[in-house]
């Protein structure tokens, strides 16, 4: 059953506003107007999704990447790249650490170099799960340096050995 165009564009409208209105506004409410819209095959909700997407302030990265390939579009890890790329910016970006798993998720080993640059991060669930991204994806040769200036000063036992089962997992030694 399709809506008529104005209900569809309606809806846009209304999208365009929650993203707008973010954090003020329930992301959830945002999600499931764009998961309607999607369902309709509005492309007009490409633009807001990818708005949404690239947003500081919303936290269900992996689900609008989702949205994007319902539409038959495979660069949200570009898209999320985007986001790593501006959080060397703005490093106090509260959606880093979400889209760091997103790209984790979705097994994105091209980003590995710029998830390598927040290993060191002020905060520790950004530094957790780029040190779990880093474990999975990369490699010593690509990796092994900022893990193991990180690992000297790591205040977190967690995250500590997350970088030091990663320099064992590629035969890393220290000189």
């Known amino acids: 059953m399709a809506l008529p165009v104005e209900c569809q564009s309606e809806l846009t409208s209304a999208a365009r506003r929650l993203v707008e209105g973010l954090p003020a506004t329930e992301e959830g409410a945002l999600n499931a107007v764009l998961e309607a819209l999607t369902g ?3 492309f ?3 633009e807001v999704i990818r708005a949404a997407l690239l947003s ?6 992996e689900a609008y990447v989702s949205m994007l390939e319902d539409f ?3 660069d949200g890890a570009e898209e999320l790249r985007k986001v ?4 060397k910016e703005d490093s106090n970006r509260p959606d880093l650490a979400v889209t760091i798993r997103a790209l ?10 710029q998830v390598a640059e927040y290993v060191a991060h002020v905060n520790r ?3 957790a799960i780029a040190a779990e991204f880093l474990y999975e994806f990369a490699d010593g040769a690509v990796a092994g340096p900022v893990c193991a200036e990180q690992l000297a000063r790591e205040p977190d036992p967690r995250v500590a050995e997350t970088l030091a089962d ?5 035969g890393w030694t220290f000189d």
């Open 40 to 42: 309709l095959r509005d």
């Open 44 to 46: 007009d909700a490409v």
């Open 56 to 61: 500081r302030d919303t936290t269900q990265k």
């Open 72 to 74: 038959g579009i495979d």
């Open 84 to 87: 790593l790329r501006a959080g």
């Open 104 to 113: 984790h998720a979705l097994r994105c080993e091209g980003a590995v170099e």
């Open 125 to 127: 669930s950004v530094r």
């Open 166 to 170: 990663a320099l064992a997992r590629w």
